[in-house]
């Protein structure tokens, strides 16, 4: 593919300090339990945030108010669309439509859930810029084999079926998915979960590569402390649905504040 053709697949490029998303007061509630209190949070142009805690701290319910699978009980998720920040939760249907199509993308940790296993890899690829009314085979096939050869897949898996992909294989495929319609920003909710040692690493190594050459944006939960050191800027720790510690990853795991991030740290260190 050509440089031409890559700059019109590539995301818009943000190079300011205003945030790309900014969530305030942001709650989730399922009856009387708590999914997420109170959360605040900007997202910027090119930053990795890790979200960490343990099982039913809230990181999933955080991570899908944000991407606008899940609406709050309360708070506003505020999104950039070219110059203005849009809430997610009150624009008009089409309009959020286009963003949860476009601008946002979304890598869950079952790849069931973000992948047609009925349907090939490239028509998986294809099937986003399909929705935004692309219907030029040539250049479906294209975007698809782009994409497919950016996520280190084989091109000869082209027209295979998801379910002859591998573990690891699944989850560069969401990537490669999502990434065709130029996403500003990318949720990932533990990603490596299921992966061995080896898978992990070359996926993460995957991730870095892309976030520095794109610009992409990630937001990710994880349970593991050294995935987010790998890959992330930022941490935010999460207990009982709201965030008891932030900042930037060294400075939390080196020197950490709170009593339950001293004990998630400790307790990585002593496994």
């Not at 008009?92 to 090939?120: H, K, N, Y």
């Not at 079926?161 to 319609?181: C, D, E, F, H, V």
């Not at 061995?196 to 991730?207: E, K, N």
């Not at 520095?212 to 050191?229: C, I, K, N, P, Q």
Request: net charge neutral.
């Amino acid at each position: 593919m050509t440089s031409a053709a890559f700059d019109r697949l590539r995301p818009t490029a943000f190079t300011d300090d205003e945030p790309i998303v900014r969530a305030r007061g942001l709650t989730r509630l399922y009856g009387t339990r708590v999914g997420c209190l109170e959360v605040d949070l900007d997202v910027f142009p090119g930053e990795v945030v890790a979200v960490v805690g343990e099982s039913g701290s809230g990181k999933t319910t955080l991570l899908r108010c944000l991407s606008g699978l899940s609406p709050p009980t309360e708070g506003t998720v505020l999104y950039r669309n070219g110059t203005d920040l849009v809430d997610l939760y009150q624009i008009d249907a089409s309009l959020r439509r286009r963003l949860l199509r476009t601008a946002i993308g979304v890598v869950f940790q079952r790849p069931e859930e973000g992948i047609r296993m009925r349907v090939s890899a490239g028509g998986n690829i294809c099937e986003r810029l399909l929705a935004e009314g692309e219907r030029r085979f040539r250049r479906l096939r294209e975007a698809a084999s782009f994409w497919m050869e950016r996520v280190e897949l084989d091109l000869q898996r082209l027209d295979d079926l998801p379910g002859t992909y591998s573990g690891g294989m699944l989850q560069r495929l969401q990537i490669a998915k999502n990434l065709a319609t130029n996403p500003r920003i990318i949720f990932m909710d533990e990603p490596t979960s299921g992966l061995d040692v080896s898978v992990q690493a070359r996926f993460l190594d995957l991730m870095r590569r892309l976030v520095r050459e794109l610009g992409l944006s990630v937001v990710m939960v994880t349970h593991d402390l050294a995935v987010a050191r790998l890959l992330a800027h930022r941490l935010l720790v999460m207990f009982q649905g709201r965030i008891v510690e932030h900042g930037l990853m060294d400075r939390v795991l080196d020197d950490p504040q709170h009593p339950y991030t001293q004990l998630l740290v400790s307790s990585r260190l002593t496994v």
